[in-house]
């Protein structure tokens, strides 16, 4: 699609380092669990145990490493943790037992989350008037990635031997080693000014952290396409099962194909409070038709469910747009890498909790945890606005911070 190429040398740049970067990620999102499974022979609940704790382990290093790359200088710090995420990669091949695993895949995760962080100052500089769109452009191309990653690991599943398995990590370990070469050619981007004052002045502004809170509450959507629609198809309605990767294919094709143009409307924070609460709309709609797919004939089921995923998506645009605009928008520009970590916690804490909140109340519970859910999710976007507004009277309130020449950051820590 032509809207997915950039013009722009920087802008291609990372793109590309993105695409390569995900491509390896669709790898490990579509068979790295079952390596770990059927390769190395470990339980599937330590496989479990084992991501949740690294996704707690890596919640902080995403502020820490954020503070580093707007102190350093993001490029370089961006690249150190690709490299640290693919040698952590490689290290899967060495996990004989739960031990090795867990510390493997702790290295791995935080690295990721780290990543994260330190690309966001990059992603503010060279993405023009308008990063936020830059940033929607790039999860275009991040589905993109993922999709050909995980068609690239149908083969490895469909062989389910230790070495197809063994040569999927490799190439997950090669993809990120990729995508940091490619990242040599990006420009570097200079530390930001030395400001007094606080260093981590991201864990004092309230209004920003509640907006962190109601967008990582809402970020428990994107489990609901991924855990709650294939359980509850699979053990609840009469749709067909290949039903599950169509729902997938159906969410993919529309973020790819109108992430961009959706973000292009949400230009302020104002505007993304408002897209925050059509996105709260829309979940509720769609969690609302979910249930009632239960009971019915099976292509009944699987037209209601093929809305309900339309409508689901719709809402993830929204949403994702609203998010990239005020994490950006309401950021300092010395302080993006800081800001963007915290942001990021919100999002963490969804993947790590979401699961286990949608299992208990959409396919436990039933149907009516599908409406507690759907409510929830309008809830939050109408808190959004709100918490948006606080946002907007403190940082036209607050006095630009003084500069000083660089050197080291004077105040408390």
């Known amino acids: 699609m032509p809207h997915l190429m950039s013009d722009a040398g920087p802008q291609r740049v990372l793109a590309a380092a993105n695409f390569v970067y995900t491509l390896g990620s669709g790898l490990y999102l579509t068979a790295g669990v079952l390596y770990f499974t059927e390769g190395v022979h470990l339980q599937a609940g330590q496989v479990g145990l084992g991501l949740g704790i690294a996704g707690l382990v890596s919640l902080a290093l995403g502020i820490a490493i954020g503070h580093l790359a707007d102190k350093y200088g993001a490029r370089g710090v961006y690249a150190i943790t690709l490299v640290v995420q693919a040698l952590a990669t490689a290290g899967f091949l060495l996990a004989d037992s739960f031990w090795p695993f867990l510390l493997a895949v702790c290295t791995a995760t935080g690295a990721k989350a780290a990543g994260l962080a330190a690309r966001s100052p990059l992603i503010r500089h060279y993405g023009g008037d308008r990063p936020q769109e830059f940033r929607a452009y790039l999860r275009a191309v991040t589905n993109v990635g993922v999709s050909f990653g995980a068609l690239l690991a149908g083969w490895a599943v469909q062989a389910d031997t230790l070495m197809a398995y063994r040569l999927l990590v490799v190439g997950n370990a090669v993809a990120f080693a990729a995508s940091a070469v490619i990242l040599v050619r990006l420009p570097p981007v200079p530390p930001g000014p030395v400001v007094r004052g606080p260093r981590w002045i991201a864990l004092r502004d309230r209004p920003y952290l509640l907006l962190t809170g109601l967008d990582g509450i809402m970020a428990v959507q994107f489990k609901v396409l991924t855990v709650a629609i294939p359980l509850w198809l699979v053990g609840a309605t009469a749709a067909p099962r290949w039903l599950v990767s169509g729902t997938m294919l159906i969410s993919t094709v529309m973020v790819v194909a109108l992430q961009v143009r959706a973000s292009r409307g949400i230009d302020s924070p104002l505007a993304g409070g408002g897209a925050y609460r059509r996105a709260g709309v829309a979940f509720l709609i769609s969690c609302s038709l979910i249930p009632l797919s239960?009971?019915?004939?099976?292509?009944?089921?699987?037209?209601?469910?093929?809305?309900?995923?339309?409508?689901?998506?719709?809402?993830?645009?929204?949403?994702?747009?609203?998010?990239?605009?005020?994490?950006?928008?309401?950021?300092?520009?010395?302080?993006?890498?800081?800001?963007?970590?915290?942001?990021?916690?919100?999002?963490?804490?969804?993947?790590?909790?979401?699961?286990?909140?949608?299992?208990?109340?959409?396919?436990?519970?039933?149907?009516?945890?599908?409406?507690?859910?759907?409510?929830?999710?309008?809830?939050?976007?109408?808190?959004?606005?709100?918490?948006?507004?606080?946002?907007?009277?403190?940082?036209?309130?607050?006095?630009?911070p003084a500069r000083d020449v660089p050197g080291r950051v004077r105040g408390p820590a």
Request: charged share 10%; glycine share 14%; proline share 6%.
């Open 294 to 400: 239960a009971g019915i004939p099976g292509w009944a089921a699987a037209a209601l469910l093929i809305v309900a995923v339309v409508i689901h998506t719709i809402g993830e645009l929204w949403h994702s747009a609203a998010g990239f605009e005020v994490s950006f928008a309401l950021a300092p520009a010395h302080a993006t890498g800081q800001y963007l970590g915290v942001f990021g916690l919100g999002a963490g804490l969804a993947e790590g909790l979401g699961p286990a909140l949608l299992i208990a109340l959409c396919i436990t519970w039933g149907a009516p945890g599908w409406y507690v859910v759907g409510g929830l999710f309008a809830l939050t976007g109408l808190a959004a606005p709100l918490a948006v507004r606080w946002a907007e009277r403190q940082r036209h309130s607050r006095r630009p």
